[in-house]
């Protein structure tokens, strides 16, 4: 079956960096397009970022253009998500999620299909 674990995440200081991964496995990754979402306590989930199956695009929340940067390595049936200039805000946990065959459903989260258990990620200010 279809499965994606999270890591990378940790606590950090305001300014810092840290670089998520999502490995996924029972699925023939680069058929898929792949999201990142996250959740604040108290908060709803929200779309962070999102790639194509192929890598060529890509798209962000407003919130964290120009800092977060997805990225995939087909081979290695990983999507990555690389955080700088972490702010207090970007606290939450972060889920990796499938979107369905052929679709690039972009920040929708209910377009996605499956979804990886999280990892927390705390900035301190």
């Known amino acids: 079956q279809v499965q994606l674990v999270e890591s990378g995440g940790g606590f950090v200081q305001a300014g810092g960096s840290l670089r998520l991964s999502c490995a996924a496995s029972g699925l023939t990754f680069s058929n898929y397009a792949m999201g990142w979402f996250r959740q604040a306590p108290g908060k709803e989930r929200g779309f962070v970022a999102t790639i194509s199956w192929t890598g060529i695009s890509t798209y962000y929340a407003d919130s964290v253009k120009g800092r977060f940067t997805i990225s995939r390595d087909n081979a290695k049936n990983t999507v990555y998500l690389q955080m700088n200039s972490l702010k207090p805000e970007d606290t939450a946990v972060y889920y990796c999620?499938?979107?369905?065959?052929?679709?690039?459903?972009?920040?929708?989260?209910?377009?996605?299909?499956?979804w990886g258990q999280g990892t927390q990620v705390t900035v301190s200010s």
């Open positions: 999620a499938r979107a369905p065959y052929g679709e690039y459903p972009g920040p929708n989260s209910r377009a996605y299909d499956y």
